[in-house]
């Protein structure tokens, strides 16, 4: 099931809604299920080209960034890991190399940059590739680095794409402008912690990895304001619900921030801002699975799931999308 190639045109994929029976139908529907009085959120990160092939002497290693820590300091997944030492020095090209400050037993390194800045992202384009996830079994091609960005793509930072976001066309966006529904951005940049399974047993044994996180004062106030008119808020993609359930307050005002967030969400929790949420489907005894189960019931996302399956939806980052309705918390 899993798609490994993205679907041409991005609003050609097909759409699960999930509501109180299962719908099957495209993205291109989405703006027939919204009313003026929505608001719809986005997440404006731009991935990176995060994967990086070096040498250590006569050894090749694959760098994969995952967080950047300050300036030119970044927490990488390194293969093979066992060959770096504290110390040794991994050159990319003549001019842009990095050297391991720390060293994990999961595999990960931090290494410290020759370059920073505008130097390093200059590099990081000319010699690194994008970040596709690693149930794509292919190399990334050329078409990778417009296709793996959503099209509203503004803040450099992520190492995933918010794959929800990869439906969009400018045209599908006008659609809903023409329905009157208002939509704004927040940012979160996708760490490559995103694709690690939970290998505890216990969900509270589970730590996740903290992303930084941002929402301006006035998508904030324009958020509220919706939601005090009797709008529903949608989030695209789990990354921007994850970001307004970081800021919402227990009144399920949204407040503006810019931190670290590490919520990690499970069946259980009490959704405070989202009413609606467009995500696409995620791995098994993935955290991601573990918030759409908290979103829509674990019983029902299994059911949507086994349907998807049927139907021979598209799995994954490149393919279909599933549109969750909150049903009634009270």
Request: aromatic share 8%; proline share 4%; glycine share 6%.
């Amino acid at each position: 099931m899993i798609a490994t190639q993205p679907i041409t045109p991005r609003d050609a994929a097909r759409m699960l809604v999930v509501g109180e029976q299962f719908d099957d139908r495209g993205v291109r529907d989405l703006p027939s299920f919204l009313k003026a009085s929505d608001i719809m959120v986005f997440n404006d990160t731009k991935v990176i080209p995060a994967r990086l092939f070096g040498k250590r002497g006569e050894v090749s290693i694959e760098i994969l960034l995952h967080k950047c820590l300050r300036n030119s300091v970044w927490q990488c997944f390194a293969r093979p890991g066992k060959k770096l030492k504290i110390g040794d020095s991994i050159n990319f090209s003549s001019s842009f190399s990095a050297e391991v400050m720390e060293k994990h037993d999961d595999g990960q390194v931090v290494l410290t940059f020759n370059q920073q800045g505008p130097a390093f992202m200059a590099s990081l384009i000319r010699h690194g590739r994008m970040p596709l996830p690693p149930y794509i079994e292919r190399e990334d091609a050329e078409e990778d680095k417009e296709r793996y960005q959503t099209v509203y793509a503004k803040h450099e930072g992520s190492v995933a794409a918010p794959t929800a976001g990869l439906h969009f066309t400018p045209e599908l966006l006008t659609a809903i402008d023409d329905i009157g529904v208002k939509h704004v951005h927040v940012t979160l940049h996708v760490g490559g912690g995103t694709f690690l399974p939970v290998k505890v047993e216990d969900t509270k044994d589970h730590v996740m990895h903290s992303e930084y996180a941002e929402i301006s004062a006035e998508t904030a106030a324009a958020i509220n304001r919706a939601k005090q008119l009797g709008g529903r808020v949608l989030a695209v993609g789990t990354t921007a619900l994850r970001t307004l359930e970081s800021a919402a307050d227990g009144q399920g005002q949204v407040q503006a921030m810019a931190r670290e967030t590490d919520i990690f969400i499970t069946p259980g929790y009490r959704f405070q801002a989202v009413d609606m949420l467009l995500t696409n489907f995620h791995l098994p005894k993935s955290t991601l699975f573990m918030l759409v189960s908290a979103f829509s019931g674990l019983e029902r996302m299994k059911m949507a799931y086994e349907h998807a399956i049927r139907q021979k939806y598209r799995f994954y980052s490149y393919g279909d999308a599933c549109l969750l309705v909150q049903q009634d918390r009270n």
